[in-house]
């Protein structure tokens, strides 16, 4: 009875591999989201640096025109977004981490099924990510390492849809 239970949690290969991929990319999105939500409280951001972004966005022609109105918020209440944007940043992060951990305990301790809510709270991080990165994109605020994290973002939102927590349990005996 006892070895029977046992051989019915031993990890499948996709659930291992699945584990393995979360912790990668939720570690490499925790530590950019993380560095740039301090760089910013580091550097003093605020409603400043939200106007310059907004007014410089108004003027060029490397702005889609949907970004307008979120340019006009932007300048409605510069205070709420120079606050806002270090700390979605720093959230977006601090979720990446946990889920990063989640991953490598349940590699740990062989136990790689996902269950539903942390599934839920990966695709909807991964979606947060890709649509932060998106704006920042479209307000022609593009640096270096955003394509890198929208394609990372990307690529956690395919392995959460490609494995559902069904496909992502154990091997029955």
């Known amino acids: ?24 990319i939720g570690s490499a999105l925790g530590a950019l989201w993380c560095v740039e ?5 580091r550097s003093g ?25 979120l340019g006009a918020l932007m300048r409605g209440i510069p205070a709420v977004f120079g606050i806002g944007i ?16 989640g991953a490598l305990l349940a590699v740990l301790r062989r136990r790689p099924a996902k269950a539903r809510w942390t599934q839920r ?3 909807i991080a991964a979606v947060v990510s890709g649509g932060t990165l998106a704006l920042y994109w479209a307000s022609d605020q593009l640096i270096a390492q ?12 395919a392995l959460e849809a490609l494995m559902p927590p069904a496909v992502i349990g154990t091997s029955g005996a």
């Open 45 to 69: 951001f605020g409603s400043a640096d939200i106007l310059l972004v907004a007014d410089g966005a108004s003027g060029n022609t490397r702005v889609p025109g949907w970004f307008a109105p």
């Open 86 to 101: 270090p700390v979605l940043e720093l959230a977006l992060g601090a979720v990446f981490a946990v889920l990063a951990a």
């Open 121 to 123: 709270i990966a695709t």
């Open 146 to 157: 955003y394509p890198a994290m929208l394609l990372l973002s990307l690529l956690l939102l």
């Open 37 to 41: 939500g301090v760089v910013k409280i």
């Open 1 to 24: 009875m006892i070895a029977s239970a046992a051989s019915r949690s031993r990890p499948t290969a996709a659930a291992i591999a699945t584990g393995l991929i979360t912790l990668v």
